[in-house]
């Protein structure tokens, strides 16, 4: 005969069942449902109800410390009134991502003059993670509109999002070893977040797709420090890589339009594009003084479409405007050049070393290999063009470039015998 089981004995076999192992330093294994890190202290959920110790009793690595990798299903939290920042990272890597991350939400919502009414639903939630698998896991299940609008290679490359129905950043912090790239990311993704909270105080469903994106590339580059808090903070940094996109593109007299630039829709709104519209945020931010931001501002309060009304935006014809811009985009192609040049082994060296390079990244090389040969740099333009070919990108006019590249190289005239290498990109480019 079998006996059915109480309730209470069912529930507490299923409460078991999810049990997790958290390892105390005196060897003990502490059964948990749920746990978290806070402000030093484990917050965890067991099944004879819930307990707080602190961190230094997690099992220790080496005797001395707690370990830097937390165990699985802890996460660590740092909450302020804006932002509540949770990820599996190591100490000083979660402490450096939420104080930075703090300061930069600060900064932006005096940018765009947010209210506290404005900020309805904060603090608002940023999870950073350690494991690229975890992440893609979780952008399939909160952004499958990536990979579906943008195709699945685009997808493939994301490494952050912002989903709006939840108010939330996700981004995975394991995609770069240096620690400026990674801030990078989590500033561009917290900026869709607080352009989301500006598109709300307006009134308007979104913003436009040039300038979510174009902002929030252009934030990523600011450094979170001190001085963002000062009457006038500095501007960010340049995207090196947004430059040398659209020099490349006025060089090859492809250079994006005002209107076109702004008809562009969020499905075909890919690399270039980002690039172009990064661009665009600058011009309005840093010419003229800045004074085009404030009407800029204005211009989306008022909910207008997206060519309607700009040139109250530009104070100029709007011919004369993208003359200007693309002049001044033209003037900052050396400083760009300089800055590549003297980092051009470690450079170089990444782009030897990559069997084959995304269609993106390969367009980028091939930008990077122009800027190069444009200032008589022949081995890092080599370099970046085989690069660029490995990856698929690939034109007539950059092999007969590195043809000449190599003769240069090898000491060769326009009348002399050329080497074996050059001859072959002379037939590639006629193939």
């Known amino acids: 005969m079998i006996r059915a089981l109480p309730i209470v004995a069912l529930l507490a076999a299923a409460v078991i069942a999810q049990e997790k192992i958290i390892r105390l330093d005196d060897g003990r294994r502490l059964p948990v449902i749920s746990s978290a890190l806070k402000d030093g202290l484990v917050h965890a959920e067991t099944s004879l109800g819930p307990l707080v110790f602190p961190d230094e009793r997690l099992a220790r690595a080496g005797g001395t410390t707690p370990p830097a990798q937390l165990p699985v299903g802890i996460l660590r939290i740092s909450e302020s009134d804006i932002l509540r920042v949770e990820s599996d990272l190591d100490r000083d890597r979660h402490r450096q991502l939420a ?7 600060r900064y932006l919502r005096r940018h765009y003059g947010l209210e506290q009414a404005d900020m309805i639903g904060a603090p608002y939630r940023v999870r950073a993670w350690r494991r690229r698998a975890d992440f893609k896991d979780i952008q399939a299940r909160l952004a499958p509109a990536i990979s579906e609008k943008k195709g699945r290679g685009f997808g493939e490359g994301v490494a952050g999002f912002y989903a709006p129905d939840l108010g939330e950043v996700h981004f995975w912090d394991g995609g770069s070893g240096r620690v400026g790239a990674r801030m990078e990311l989590a500033q561009h993704e917290l900026c869709h977040l ?3 909270l500006l598109a709300r ?3 308007r469903g979104g913003m436009p797709t040039w ?7 252009y934030y990523s580059m600011t450094i979170a420090d001190e001085t963002l808090d000062a009457a006038e903070p500095p501007e960010p940094l340049e995207h090196e890589a947004s430059l040398v996109a659209v020099i490349s593109d006025l060089e090859d007299e492809r250079a994006y339009g005002l209107e076109e630039l702004m008809a562009v829709p969020y499905e075909r709104f890919l690399g270039r594009e980002y690039s172009w519209s990064w661009a665009l945020v600058r011009e309005l931010r840093q010419a003229d003084g800045g004074s085009r931001w404030p009407r800029l501002l204005d211009w989306l309060r008022k909910g207008e479409k997206e060519a309607a009304g700009f040139d109250a935006v530009l104070g100029t014809r709007r011919a004369a405007f993208e003359k200007a811009w693309h002049r001044r985009l ?19 060296a990444v782009a030897t070393a990559m069997k084959k390079p995304s269609a993106e990244l390969a367009r980028s090389y091939r930008s990077i290999a122009r800027s190069y040969a444009s200032v008589e740099e022949a081995g890092p333009a080599l370099a970046f063009f085989e690069a660029a070919w490995r990856g698929g990108a690939e034109e007539a006019s950059d092999r007969l470039l590195a043809a000449r590249l190599r003769a240069r190289l090898a000491g060769a005239a326009e009348d002399e015998v050329w080497p074996g290498a050059a001859l072959v990109d002379l037939r590639r480019a006629v193939e």
């Open 330 to 348: 033209r003037l900052a192609a050396p400083l760009l050049v300089d800055r590549h040049l003297r980092r051009n082994e470690r450079l170089v």
């Open 194 to 196: 607080f352009n989301h």
């Open 211 to 217: 300038f979510e994106e174009g902002s929030a590339v």
């Open 201 to 203: 105080s307006m009134g």
């Open 99 to 105: 104080q930075g991350l703090e300061i930069f939400a």
